[in-house]
């Protein structure tokens, strides 16, 4: 069976439901348009023709503080790959929480960036609380993830992979920009400051 939640703030039946044991759970948030269901997408060459992708729906995710390059290598490589990507960005409180820091620029600035972005179809707020890729896959049902080639070795993203492979999804890892990340950048920032 799978129980799906449909009512506005589903975060809390969603964790009663979770909490009661219940593995596929599926989430209609009546404030989200789902138009990637609906039909096919088409992001072909300017000439009108479709070029057939691996993916039909990719997912991204991260705090994007200090939109770079590497941010922009990652969105552009993952939609390579999906007819529709969304990007979950992590809340300033996400940001806290999971990596002991602040993010530089405000969550609602760093959303509006990602969306602005040509590459992403869909930015959507990561819930601090629901913001693991069991979380994202049980929402938006992606057929692959896609995450910097910095994470393929870690055991934990490899747990992530399992999980989506066993639900017919993939976790991609596109190459990791070495050349600059956020928090080089505010550490080039912080020792000229000093």
């Known amino acids: 069976y799978k ?25 209609y948030d009546p404030n989200t348009e789902y138009p990637r269901r609906q039909g096919k997408v088409f992001n ?32 552009r490589r993952a939609k390579e790959q999906c007819d529709y990507l969304i990007v979950g960005v992590v809340t300033d409180e996400g ?11 405000p969550f609602e600035e760093r959303l509006a960036m990602v969306q602005a972005c040509r590459y992403v179809d869909e930015a959507v707020e990561i819930p601090f609380e629901f913001c693991d890729t069991k979380d994202a896959y049980l929402k938006y049902q992606f057929d692959a993830q ?11 993203w490899l747990k992530k992979r399992e999980f989506l492979r066993e639900h017919g999804a993939e976790l991609v890892f596109l190459s990791y920009t070495e050349s600059t990340s956020s928090t080089k950048i505010k550490e080039m920032i912080n020792r000229k400051l000093l």
């Open 3 to 27: 129980v799906i939640i449909c009512i506005k703030n589903y975060v809390g039946a969603f964790r009663q439901v979770r909490d009661l044991g219940a593995i596929n759970i599926g989430i």
């Open 95 to 105: 940001v806290r929480r999971n990596k002991q820091t602040d993010s530089v620029i």
């Open 146 to 156: 896609f995450s910097g080639s910095d994470y393929a070795r870690d055991p934990a």
């Open 44 to 75: 072909g060459p300017l000439s009108g023709t479709q070029v057939k992708k691996k993916y039909h729906i990719g997912y991204a995710a991260g705090v994007f503080d200090l939109f770079h390059v590497g941010h922009l290598n990652l969105l």
